[in-house]
């Protein structure tokens, strides 16, 4: 898994990827899930709407609250912008 730049005291990391062509890729730029921890727990989620290479794609965000995935309404061009929103 690769790992994002940490800002303030969260960090952002991705989990899921695309499968390209026969074989699952786990670069960072076939992700399609990063998890965002702040000090190591999982607080929220970055996920696209669409495919990663559709040029339309946008980054959404999701705060994990009680055990529930709460989503947010706002998008991001992003994942560096979606980031810098927690």
């Known amino acids: 898994m690769e790992r994002r730049k940490a800002r303030n005291r969260f960090t952002c990391e991705a989990v899921m990827w695309t499968n390209q062509g026969p074989c699952l890729s786990f670069e960072e730029q076939h992700a399609f899930r990063y998890e965002v921890r702040e000090h190591g727990h999982v607080v929220g989620y970055i996920t696209t709407d669409r495919a990663r290479t559709h040029p339309d794609v946008m980054w959404e965000r999701s705060l994990l609250r009680?055990?529930?995935?709460?989503?947010?309404t706002a998008k991001f061009k992003t994942i560096e912008e979606a980031f810098a929103a927690f």
């Open 66 to 72: 009680d055990g529930k995935i709460e989503q947010l």
